[in-house]
């Protein structure tokens, strides 16, 4: 009981003591702000990224490439083989009894942007069967594009970044394409940063006469299995089929490990400073309180509690500058569109920055590490202070 | 009367840098309980040194140090710790008062070491602010207090969990003539009316003879010694 009336006591004092070392403290608090600020926002990089690039991906769903294609943009499937692969069994029908799969094609077109500077984006031609295929996709305006014509729909992430909007008209292939619509997905996904269109007059327009890879929804849980063993033994196919969400979450992969890895790097870097800045703040209080400290002591106060007063002191401040960095990553990137590429095959997708509490907790760990070994030092001399020298009385 | 301080052969050493400075040479020295002794002594004497090794703040390099029937250069520094907080109360020059507290919390300081429930505490500080005249600046704080009172603070903290022994250092060092005699006459009261043994160290002849006995110290030892009648 008494040694936790020290303590209390003691922390007490310190943290009431705090307002007449508002310039020192706010070193540490600014130093860990800092910190804090930076890992979280590269991490809601990686977090949004990872979101968008995994929403596009349905366990409900197979994407077929052509065999040994790691890419989407790397396969290539022949119009003649489409039959084939729709009639495969596993894949799910519609009320017609019509299978519920797509033959589709990407191409990479040139917007500009504010700025006035280009950047690519993806076009993606789908069939007739998406409403059933992808129903996470919904119009928000406009309307469905019509099959034969130069119309588009584009997603949200696009309409935020570029500034596409209803009736906007882009040229490419020749033509010119209006947009008719905007579409958003329930979650997050890639498709929010992908223009759509008629699959079929998008082969037109690029000359064509292939797909690059099919969706199809599956019939049940079994049913991918299924479908990969049947169009494995169809001697006049060469395909691989994934469970779309598989596919997605590897294509993501390296790319979160690096945006990681970037954001502890970076972050590790500015803890380095912010802990020296503890160091040197919290040993100048310590000194400052010397005489305080050694008055505490030669009382009867135990070591114990001053080296924890000092621990508390430093995690209280370390804490308040992690609120303070989270909640300005928040403000500042929470929900604001960035555009990235999975690899240098693909257009940049356009993602939401997403600061989840799950960093605000990373945040707030790595604030609390940074005041714990920045307080250790300061507060174990602040224990192991000569009481005597302290107070002035040597000789 | 019995010694409740005794020193024998007390040597105290600092080490700086490569040299050795030898504060005390072999000195003995026994304090009766209830004697209010006064320590005086040039600068660099040695004679707050002497306090700081009869307190329990520093340790012998060698000889006994008995304080309270307790060998205190044996004790480890935790135990150290816990009979400075059963047995002393501390007077210092400049008050050493917690700055951002007031002056009833800065009393009950001591008494946060032992289990004496709350409402207890708050009577036994209340009693301490009536005995050294501050009952009704309770809740100032001690830049509110002007340095005689802070100094009566002071006191009535080191009183407040009734220690065997009451040192002092220069407890009238910072205070001007009337408020350094209210509180000599404070600790003559207390010594004589509670039967308090006082150790204080001064540079003040005027302060030195409210005590019952003068030590002089020079030189790292004690040369000369008075008994006196207290003004």
Same mark, same amino acid.
């Given at each position: 009981m008494s040694l936790f009336r020290q303590i209390a006591a003691v922390v007490g004092m310190n943290l009431r003591n705090l307002p007449q070392r508002a310039s020192a403290s706010l070193v540490i608090v600014i130093g860990i702000a800092g910190v804090v600020a930076v890992l979280v926002s590269v991490l809601s990089m990686a977090v949004g990224f990872s979101r968008t690039i995994a929403g596009a991906g349905s366990p409900d769903r197979a994407l077929v490439l052509s065999g040994g294609a790691l890419q989407e943009a790397m396969s290539s499937i022949p119009a003649g083989a489409v039959p084939n692969i729709m009639n495969a069994p596993g894949i799910a029908e519609d009320s017609a009894g019509r299978p519920i799969a797509d033959a589709e094609a990407l191409a990479q077109i040139q917007v500009q942007q504010g700025s006035g500077r280009s950047a690519n984006v993806a076009l993606r031609g789908v069939g007739t069967t998406e409403p059933e295929l992808r129903p996470e996709v919904r119009l928000v305006a406009g309307r469905m594009f019509q099959p034969g014509l130069h119309e588009l729909i584009v997603g949200r992430n696009l309409e935020a970044r570029y500034g596409l909007g209803l009736g906007s008209h882009l040229s490419f292939q020749n033509g010119d394409w209006v947009v008719v619509g905007i579409f958003s997905t329930s979650a997050a996904s890639l498709l929010d940063s992908q223009i759509l269109t008629d699959a079929q007059t998008l082969l037109s327009a690029y000359e064509r006469n292939w797909y690059h890879s099919m969706t199809v929804r599956l019939a049940g849980p079994g049913s991918l299995n299924q479908l990969k063993r049947a169009l494995a033994s169809d001697p006049t196919l060469h395909v691989d089929v994934y469970r779309e969400s598989t596919f997605a979450a590897a294509q993501s992969r390296v790319l979160n490990i690096i945006l990681r890895w970037i954001g502890f790097f970076i972050g590790g870097m500015m803890a380095a400073g912010a802990l020296f800045g503890a160091l040197n703040s919290l040993y100048a209080a310590v000194s400052a309180r010397s005489t305080e400290i050694a008055t505490l002591r030669a009382i009867g106060f135990g070591a114990g509690p001053v080296v924890v007063s000092v621990l508390a002191e430093s995690l209280v401040l370390a804490i308040a500058g992690a609120l303070i960095g989270a909640a300005c990553a928040w403000v500042l990137f929470d929900g604001h569109v960035s555009s990235m590429q999975l690899s240098g095959l693909q257009p940049p997708v356009a993602y939401a920055m997403s600061v989840t509490p799950g960093l605000v907790v990373i945040g707030i760990t790595w604030a609390c590490v940074i005041g714990m070994v920045g307080g250790l030092f300061p507060a174990i001399r602040a224990g192991r202070l000569p009481i005597a020298r302290a107070l002035n009385a040597v000789v | 009367m019995t010694a409740l301080v005794y020193l024998h052969n007390v040597v105290k050493r600092y080490v700086r840098g490569r040299q050795t400075m030898e504060?005390?040479?072999?000195l003995d020295l026994e304090v009766p309980a209830g004697q209010f002794l006064a320590l005086m002594g040039p600068s660099g004497s040695g004679k707050t040194t002497l306090l700081n090794l009869i307190s329990g703040l520093d340790r012998p390099t060698s000889g006994e140090v008995t304080v309270a029937g307790e060998?205190?250069?044996?004790? %480890?520094s935790s135990r150290l710790a816990k009979w400075r907080a059963r047995h002393v109360g501390f007077v210092f020059q400049f008050y050493n008062l917690m700055p951002m507290l007031s002056a009833e919390r800065n009393i009950e300081l001591p008494l946060?070491?032992? %289990?004496?429930p709350g409402a207890q505490r708050k009577r036994n500080v209340a009693a301490a602010l009536e005995l050294v005249g501050l009952a009704t600046h309770a809740k100032h704080k001690p830049a509110e207090l002007s340095g005689g009172q802070q100094q009566r603070v002071a006191i009535a903290r080191a009183l407040i969990a009734d220690p065997t022994l009451l040192v002092c250092d220069e407890p009238t060092g910072d205070l001007d003539r009337a408020s350094a005699s209210d509180i000599l006459d404070l600790l003559q009261r207390l010594n004589r009316e509670q039967g308090k043994t006082i150790v204080m160290v001064t540079h003040d002849q005027k302060a030195a003879d409210y005590a019952s006995r003068i030590l002089h110290v020079d030189k790292g030892q004690l040369v000369a010694a008075s008994m006196q009648s207290a003004v």
């Open positions: - | 504060v005390l040479h072999q060998r205190i250069d044996q004790l %480890s946060l070491l032992t %289990s004496l």
